[in-house]
């Protein structure tokens, strides 16, 4: 049961942030700051600064340019005529990150990126935004670029440069054009070209022979004003680009997070940001200017102590699977594999990847090998039925998650822990929404196609929860998914609505793992389908949701006296293998290390 007092707190603290938060960064310093920490990623598109903003020395390799960078840009702005990184030709960009995650604030600009732009001197670059989904630190995860005004871009932009020392720049794009990048020369009195730079354009640090680098390109926004003398003139676009309007305007060099779309334009809804890229945006050369680069000066939260804040309130509130964006009717399932490759309890080669949210970290194993994974996927698909594996496995026995809400978790448990507490203190865990996958109901109603028969009199299917403290002592709670076991049978049935599973009794703890059993075994094992499916982890619970729960029998148990393997009674846990009594008369072994 749900105490009153506790449920009405929860929710207090709920209703004052947003529930879709999600908190991924927040750096242990003594005072945060509004801006840009570190550089991580540099990598420019052949220009004429390239190689002077920031300047290679030689010997620099990739590394040293990127401190480099980092020493331009952090902290408040510079002099932005020479304190700046120039990101050439179109496609080159630079990925830089905060000593913490940006909160999206509702209706507000989020963040400022400055540039160097004046009047007539626009150099649009596009940004993009990325959270730290993972929980790795690095910017490895998926990237949403924010619309801006202009009309017409052409998307999925690519374009190849290829090394020439201290000649043309030559390059081919994906749309069967081709061209030289120039370099860049003023005609003296009788009409020599005397070029404006001696360095090379294309990166110095760079071993590879040539690059791809790809984008939205903008239309070209150079007018040429006069032809002798020859003048050009940038135009800025309305909105939402690095360098485009006056570096000075700090309203026009903001951004609102609530701007980022994903591959096919849709709007997708990010709490926060963790990582922001900025790239060129234009493919084009203006005689004797050449060509167009964006550069960055200096960026920063528009609302550090905002941010601070809706981290603090994410920390370990509810885990709804909202934050992880899915295209409509699909999966994530690790095949990104973001992760560290492991050998798992099969001694397979898989990739271990994270889904971090709310202070809580989720662990999926993929097999690249046989394209399978284990532990925990994130669904958003909305049929209920199950046809086949390939078309059904991430269909739930309802069509939605919890209260009609997109997304949910998939459980295939492993060996694995499944979910861990972020940071070193234990944590209480209120409970989860379960319900069926619509394979297991399959397998309930009309049988598993491996053992005799559908449901019957007798069988049952069983999710095993067990806690683990930091000093090693554990907790478990058993669900069962489908319950038959009555003689009577009216009350045989299974899970077929999101219903509450309450773990507040497990008290606080470091790390839960599940395992899924059922009556039905052959040879090989369990031939029922292993599966279950999850919403709002450490969530509130529903009072009716709780009145309604007729099937799920959730019984918990903790541990209450230890042992070694030779049967000494131990008051603590002891290195090696204990033997452990749990307050439901079962007995369970752990390995201690
Ligand atoms: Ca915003
Ligand atoms: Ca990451
Ligand atoms: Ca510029
Ligand atoms: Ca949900």
New binding site residues.
């Given amino acids: 049961m749900i105490k009153n007092y506790k449920t009405l707190s929860v929710i207090a603290l709920l209703a004052a942030t947003s529930l879709t938060a999600t908190a991924q960064r927040k750096d242990d310093v003594e005072s945060h700051s509004q801006y840009l920490t570190a550089v991580d990623e540099y990598r420019p598109a052949p220009g004429q600064f390239v190689n002077i903003y920031p300047k290679f020395d030689e010997g620099d390799n990739e590394a040293k340019i990127i401190e480099k960078c980092t020493n331009l840009l952090k902290g408040a702005p510079k002099d932005r005529e020479y304190s700046l990184v120039t990101l050439g030709s179109f496609g080159g960009y630079i990925t830089f990150h905060f000593d913490h995650s940006i909160a999206n604030i509702e209706g507000a600009k989020d963040f400022v990126v400055r540039g160097n732009a004046y009047e007539n001197g626009s150099e649009p670059g596009i940004v993009m935004v990325s959270k730290d989904t993972n929980g790795n630190g690095l910017p490895d995860d998926e990237w949403f670029e924010l619309a801006g005004s202009a009309q017409n871009p052409t998307y999925g932009y690519s374009i190849t440069y290829s090394r020439n020392e201290q000649k043309t720049t030559d390059w081919t794009d994906n749309q069967g054009e081709s061209g030289t990048m120039k370099r860049a020369f003023e005609l003296d009195d009788d009409g020599n070209e005397i070029p404006f730079h001696d360095q090379d354009y294309y990166p110095m640090w760079q071993s590879a022979d040539n690059y791809t680098l790809t984008g939205t390109r903008l239309p070209d926004n150079g007018v040429q004003t006069s032809t002798n003398p020859e003048y050009w003139r940038l135009d800025a676009f309305e909105w939402g680009y690095v360098d485009n309007l006056a570096a000075t305007d700090v309203e026009g060099s903001s951004f609102d997070i609530s701007w980022a779309v994903d591959s096919n334009r849709n709007p997708v809804k990010l709490d926060f940001v963790d990582f922001v890229r900025v790239y060129t945006a234009l493919n084009q050369e203006c005689g004797w200017l050449g060509e167009t680069s964006t550069e960055v000066v200096g960026s920063w939260d528009l609302h550090l102590d905002q941010s601070l804040a809706t981290i603090d309130e994410a920390m370990f509130s509810t885990v709804?699977?909202?934050d992880y964006i899915l295209q409509a009717e699909s999966s994530w399932n690790g095949s990104n594999m973001t992760g560290e490759k492991i050998t798992d309890e099969w001694g397979a080669e898989v990739c271990k990847n994270i889904y971090q949210s709310n202070g809580f970290r989720f662990t999926n194993l993929y097999n690249p090998q046989w394209g399978s994974w284990a532990g925990m996927a994130i669904s958003n698909m909305t049929a209920n039925n199950f046809v086949d594996y390939t078309t059904s496995q991430y269909n739930n026995c309802i069509g939605s998650?919890?209260n009609g809400?997109?997304?949910?978790g998939v459980f295939f448990p492993s060996a694995s822990k499944a979910i861990e507490v972020v940071g070193d203190e234990d944590q209480e865990v209120s409970g989860f929404y379960i319900t069926n996958s619509a394979w297991n109901v399959k397998a309930y109603l009309e049988g598993d196609g491996q053992t005799d028969g559908c449901f019957a009199t007798g069988d049952w299917c069983k999710l095993t929860i067990t806690a683990t403290r930091s000093d090693n002592t554990t907790a478990t709670a058993d669900v069962y998914l489908a319950d038959y076991r009555s003689d009577n049978a009216a009350e045989h049935g299974y899970i077929d609505n999101w219903q509450w599973v309450d773990l507040s009794s497990l008290g606080k703890i470091r790390t839960l793992a599940f395992a899924v059993s059922s009556s039905r075994n052959n040879e090989w094992g369990m031939t029922t389908p292993g599966y279950f499916c999850m919403?709002?982890f450490n969530g509130v619970a529903d009072e009716t949701a709780i009145s309604e729960n007729t099937i799920a029998r959730t019984t918990t148990a903790v541990e209450v006296a230890r042992y070694t393997i030779d049967g000494k009674l131990i008051h603590a846990p002891q290195r090696g293998i204990n033997i452990i009594r749990m307050s439901d008369g079962s007995m369970r072994k752990v390995v201690v290390k």
């Fill in positions: 709804d699977f909202e998650g919890y809400s997109a997304n949910f919403d709002n």
